[in-house]
């Protein structure tokens, strides 16, 4: 038993999986360049906000992904265009600008490809996060109150100040702001829009 | 299939002289062997309650929700990290260890450096889960562990092996047992799969585009090859001992090697079916999935062959009774896996509690059962004797909660799956379709914590507590210049 | 090491384990020849040409053929170049502005109607025109400016657009038919006039398609000379 042997047949029996899985997206993939879309005009995927980048972070480092896809599977097979969750199948280069990209294993809750279609008002994020079970009934989403902070009104009420209902109310004369953390992740949020176009995504046929 | 092959390992003589060197083998190893078991067996305790608390706040959301440390999304990855990087990587370390110090024939002199590395491995796990609890965590499934954390593993990883190659290295010639074969392989493709994974997404910074191929590339690894090989290689080693007959077929378990090792690098995108990842590499995966079958039958052929009519007698014993269940369990997770794979099948299946379940049975039943078998059969050998009815009460514990866990993924996912897939249904009402499913895999993560509790306590008896007469008698007084580690 | 515990009977200290070599069954040979053969098959069908930009292989046939995505609608593209560029003069209803700029809807020049064709609508385009013209009856004498510096894909679209668009129903204008006409008129920088251009033989894309090259390359330096067709394209002009 030449052992010298045995390692190179590993070697060249898994490394083939590491060349196809690994190092060909890291080329292929990895390579992929925003561009100008011939439709739009613009550059594709848009440019994303250093707030949103930051929100990333938040979204990465409180594990939103252990309960969050984001991804949009294509018509036929998969129902998620029909279900609103995209107009449009997600492709590797919708996710260039996120660093890392997450795609999610589990739809615990919903996907957020698009989230930022279909919520476009930060107030909504900010008292979703705050308390989950009040704007949204029934949901098993844990709150994240310690991405805000009490504290007392200086003045005139802060613009971000949520508005709270429930439970979780403050106490008078002071007010739930959000933390710069919860800035940076709704800011984050409400950039996951994946509608404009890519050639490698075609929009399937609108059905009424 | 000749030069590279994994061939057989020559009989050794059963005569008092070879029991006696053995028994002087195994002396040389124990401290560090039962070293990692311990260190194993805490990551199993504390993983299993990292995932109580993540599975008590799926059915009652607001659970903890006080602060940071605890949210879920912290709790259940810190969990699944000290499970597979703690309990499982270390458990399979050990016997590892062990088993090659029993090839090699060894007594091992000086255990110092492979100490120190479990040492350095158990603190940059503590300080990893740690920091994922405080929100260091990458966000990327089982690579969550920050970079320096991720590195003192490796280096932890590379001074063992580097320990282990130089010391217990078999005589050159010696033909190598299937066992060692998957065991040695596995040592070589952790290091692959963790360096490569951390290097392009933990420690440098690659465009999101690849982070999917690349996270699925080691996840799949990571359960499929890693856990898998050390698993396997312990059932290759106890079952044919414990039944008392060679292994059947040295061709089925050399086809089984091979297979695994080419089919379970491929299956990576099976957890990106319709996702970002071009469509060929999807496909591969899914029939590289579904290919894995193939060393799944070829190893419970083998080893059930080996069994044969000794397969009441093992299934009586209480340690050999986990052997194959884990066994068992592996083959349903394969056949799991493979059935998911299938698109139409994905297509209801996929981002439910069904696969949540699958990890759950890989990393319960297979792993866990698998080491727990492996590290109780050692114990009487290391430790003293211990009561089989409470291994026997645990074993049972960890069954009913594998049971919840299937039955929760099986009809919970499709209905889950049925849901999610439906235009009209609204996504709160898939929150209540599933919820009961959730209290079943709460239950059972309650159940299976216990059992580990149990097992953590059985453990500590067995090393301290002494028995009345020791479990294993040395006949022969140790030699001098033989260090012996307590 | 043969004493052994007796509260383990499964684990004596029988030694380390051997192995036996019977052979793989021919059951198991035949499933897996079976099995990575419907494997192969079904990745051959799936693979989507083994492209790293085809994501759902139902887009691609299994052997790589078709494009991985269609080309986008130029009617998309030529509506975002009309805004950027044409809305300015000849308005986004395209109506023009009346005695300003000449409308577009329905009209003959656009839809290449009497004696107007395809390349009369490319080349006025590419150099622009200046001097009275008429459209749909209406007098204008203004100036539009040269486009040459759009690429022939970008003029193909805004004209696809424009022929389709507001009740216009006319042939898309397809970019190598803009190109060839671009090569035609390589040499000329002057706008053009109502009347030099009629003085150009009629060509339709639908025609240009049909009849090659050949014909149509020695057909338009011909065009040039004729001096009686110049004199009848002047008349309307002033006449309405």
Known sequence: MKSSSLFLGVAIVFGLSWVGLVAYPYVELGGVQPEVSEETGSLVPPPVSGVAIEGQRVYAANGCVYCHSQQVRPLPLFTDIPKGLGPRQTVARDYLRYQPASLGRVRTGPDLANVGLRRTE?????????????VSPGSNMPAYRYLFEEREIQGQRSDLAVNVQGPHQPKPGYEIVPTPEAQALVGYLMSLKRDYPLPEAPKPPEEG | MTASTPTTQPTVPADSSAAARRAEVDRSVRGLVLFCFASAIFWLVVGSFLQVISGTQLVIPSFLDCAAFFTFGRVQPAGLTALVFGWGSLAGLGFGIWQMARASGKVVRGVTLPVCSVILWNLALVG??????????????????????????????????????LTLRGTPGQPLYIAKAFFVVALFLFAWLYSSAN????????????????????????FGLWLTFLSLSALFYLLPVAAGR??????????????????????????????PIPAWMVSASVVATFLLILPALAVVTNLGRTIGDAGSRLWEAPTTRYLIAGLIFYFSWVVGCAFVAIPTVSSIFHFTIYQEGLTLIAIYGFVSLTLIGAILTLLPRFGHSFNPASASLQFWLIIVGLGLFATSATIGGLLQGFALYDVEVSFLNVVDYVFPFRVLVFVGLLTVFAATLGFAALFARSVYVPAKEPAVPVSQPVPQNVEVVA | MSEQSPMNPATPDTGDPTVENASVPVWFWCLSVAMVFVGALYLGVNSGGFKANVFNPDQVSWVGGGAPAGPPDPKVIGKRLFSANCVVCHQASGEGVPGQFPPLVDSEWVLSKEWHGDNHLVKLVLSGMQGPVTVKGQPFNNAMPAWKQLKDSEIAAILTYIRSEWGNNAAPIPADFVAKIREEIADRSDPWTQAELQAIDRVLVSEAEAAPAPEEAPADPNAQPPAPEADQAAEPAPGA
């Open chain 2, 246 to 275: 060679p292994l059947h077929s040295q061709g089925l378990a050399t086809f089984a090697f091979w297979t695994l090792l080419f089919f379970g690098g491929w299956g990576g995108m099976r957890y990106f079916i319709g996702g």
């Open chain 2, 128 to 165: 990893g889960v740690l920091g994922i609890l405080a929100g260091k965590g990458s966000g990327i499934p089982y690579l969550e562990l920050p970079g320096p954390a991720a590195f003192a593993i490796l280096l932890a990883f590379g001074l063992l092996v580097i320990w282990l190659l």
């Open chain 2, 199 to 222: 290097t392009l997404l933990i420690w440098t910074v690659s465009p999101g585009s690849v982070t999917g191929p690349i996270e699925g590339w080691f996840e799949n690894g990571l």
């Open chain 1, 122 to 134: 930060a107030s909504w994020f900010y008292q979703h996060l705050y308390e989950p079970s009040v």
